[in-house]
C-alpha cells in the first residue's frame, strides 16, 4: 500500500542533510501499516449531486468506494486527487448500503431494503452475482465484514447475520443473534459490524439504543460489551477497528467515540471522541494510511436530486 514517489559546497551539503532529515521525519509520521502518506492528499472530495451516499472502502490503492441509496451505484474516488467516477450504474429499484472490497477487487455489497447481497467487480464494473438472503419483506441488509471465507452482513430489522461464501460455491448461513442481544421493533438494530481481533467473532453496533455486542461466530450468542466512559453509543453505524482501538460512527450526533477494547472484548474504555465542522450526519468510515475517511449522508437535509454530497478525512 506504499505510495512513496530522494557540487559538493558546503552549502548544498548542509542542505542535502536538511532534506534527509526532513524526509525522515515524514516517514517517521506516515501510519506504519500502510506507509500512505495521506498527509498530501485532500481531506474532502465531491460525490454526485443526489447520491445519497452511505457505505464506504478503500483497500488495496488509494481509492474509496462509495454505494448509493439512490440506484445502487458504486461510485470511485482517488484518494490523491479527489476526483472520481462511477464503477457500477446501478440499476432503478436498488440500493447500495455498506460495501467491503477484498484483495480480489470484488466488492460486497449490503443491498438495504431488497434483502439482497451484490459482488461486483470493481475493476470492470461487472454484477458477478445476486445472493437474496432474505425473500421477506421489512428488512434492511444494512453492513458488511469480510472475515474468513465469508462475508457477513447485518439486517437492521431482524436479529440475525448473514454469512456469504466468498470466492466459493457454498450455501448462505442465518446466524440468528441470542444471549444479550435485544431487538426492538420498528427501528434500526443491527448496523456496523467488524471482526474481533482474535478474527475469531464479530463485534456488531446496534443503533437502538445504542449498545455494542460480541457475537459468537459459532452460536451466534451475543454478549453485551460493557461501556466505560459512555452511556451508549446512540445512532452507531460505521464501525472501523484498528487493533484493540474501536471507532464508532455515531451518524446524526456528528461523532466519532473512540473505545480501547479489553483483551477478551467485554469491555470498552472510552478514549476520546471526533468531531469536525464539516460532518452532516457522516455513516460509514474507512481508514487509508493515518486517516478515516467519511461520508456525509446528509439524513437530515432534503434528499432530492439537486442535493450535493461529499467525503470528508480526519485524522486517527
Known amino acids: 500500500m506504499s505510495l512513496n514517489h530522494p557540487r559538493l559546497s558546503r552549502r548544498t551539503v548542509l542542505a542535502g542533510a536538511a532534506a534527509a532529515l526532513a524526509v525522515a521525519a515524514e516517514a517517521g509520521t506516515a501510519n506504519a501499516a500502510s506507509g500512505a502518506r495521506t498527509r498530501v492528499y485532500p481531506t474532502e472530495f465531491p460525490l454526485p449531486d443526489g447520491f445519497l451516499p452511505e457505505g464506504i472502502s478503500i483497500g488495496g490503492r488509494p481509492y474509496a468506494y462509495m454505494g448509493s441509496r439512490a440506484n445502487g451505484a458504486v461510485y ?35 443491498g ?80 456496523g459490524i467488524v471482526g474481533t481481533p482474535d478474527g475469531r467473532g464479530l463485534v456488531v453496533v446496534s443503533s437502538t439504543p445504542g449498545k455494542l455486542y460480541h457475537v459468537d461466530l459459532r452460536t451466534g450468542r451475543a454478549t453485551e460489551i460493557a461501556l466505560r466512559g459512555a452511556d451508549n453509543v446512540a445512532n452507531g453505524d460505521g464501525l472501523v477497528r484498528i487493533g484493540r482501538t474501536l ?5 446524526r450526533l456528528n461523532l466519532i467515540s473512540v473505545f480501547d477494547l479489553d483483551t477478551k472484548v467485554r469491555s470498552a474504555t472510552l478514549r476520546r471522541t471526533i468531531t469536525d465542522a464539516r460532518f452532516d450526519v457522516p455513516t460509514t468510515a474507512a481508514r487509508w494510511g493515518n486517516r478515516l475517511y467519511l461520508v456525509n449522508a446528509r439524513f437530515t437535509s432534503p434528499q432530492t436530486p439537486e442535493t450535493t454530497f461529499n467525503g470528508v478525512a480526519v485524522s486517527v
Do not use: C, M
Open 112 to 191: 438495504g431494503g431488497g434483502g439482497s447481497a451484490r459482488v461486483i467487480d470493481s475493476r470492470t464494473g461487472e454484477l458477478v452475482t445476486t445472493y437474496q438472503l432474505t425473500a421477506e419483506t421489512g428488512h434492511f441488509v444494512n453492513d458488511v465484514i469480510l472475515l474468513g471465507r465469508r462475508a457477513w452482513f447485518t439486517d437492521s430489522r431482524d436479529s440475525v447475520l448473514h454469512g456469504v461464501p466468498r470466492g466459493h460455491a457454498g450455501e448462505i448461513l442465518s446466524l440468528p443473534l441470542s444471549g444479550d442481544w435485544v431487538q426492538t421493533p420498528d427501528v434500526n438494530n443491527a448496523n
Open 76 to 110: 470511485r474516488t482517488d484518494l490523491r486527487t479527489g476526483r472520481g467516477g462511477f464503477v457500477y450504474a446501478g440499476a432503478a429499484g436498488t440500493a447500495a448500503i455498506g460495501l467491503k472490497l477484498d484483495h480480489d477487487g470484488l466488492l460486497y455489497v449490503a
Open 247 to 251: 471507532y464508532v460512527v455515531q451518524n
